[in-house]
């Protein structure tokens, strides 16, 4: 059976970063960096790494959906749903607003915070068209969670 030695495989990549590759290698590196901190047990030091990622690439809506993604993965449910309230308080697309609405309510369910999960649900409703499918997903969400409450 082969072991993964994510400790020597950090160590690799830090050496990576040093030479200050291309962008697109750096940023590649740069994530299976703080996923494998993530598998070694430092939250913290991951998170931070993340952060600096995103913090460093403001535009970069992919990456920071991306981080989301991680955190929910890695079970940290109130770190994702901050990051998705600041990426939801910023200005743009209604569309990826809602989605991001949507995908904050199913967190906060996972966290019985359901009276929030139904404000988001409901502002993702007031974000699409009439006869959408995105009317019909909140609307759908919204029920699910009053089902859960019965």
């Not at 291309?22 to 590649?28: N, S």
């Amino acid at each position: 059976m082969r072991m993964l030695d994510f400790q020597a495989s950090l160590a690799s990549l830090d050496k990576v970063l040093a030479l200050h590759p291309e962008p697109k290698l750096a940023l590649e590196a740069a994530k299976l960096r703080g996923r494998i901190l993530l598998r070694l047990g430092r939250t913290a030091d991951a998170l931070e790494a993340w952060a600096a990622l995103t913090k460093d690439r403001p535009e970069d809506e992919e990456l920071a959906d991306e981080l989301v993604d991680l955190q929910v993965d890695e079970g940290l449910y109130e770190e994702a749903v901050a990051r998705l309230k600041a990426l939801i308080s910023k200005p743009g697309d209604p569309y990826t607003r809602a989605n991001r609405l949507l995908r904050s309510g199913d967190i906060l369910l996972r966290l019985a915070r359901q009276p929030e999960a139904l404000n988001a649900y409901a502002e993702a409703l007031g974000l699409s068209a009439v006869d959408s499918w995105l009317e019909a997903e909140s609307l759908a969400r919204m029920e699910s969670t009053f089902r859960r409450e019965d």
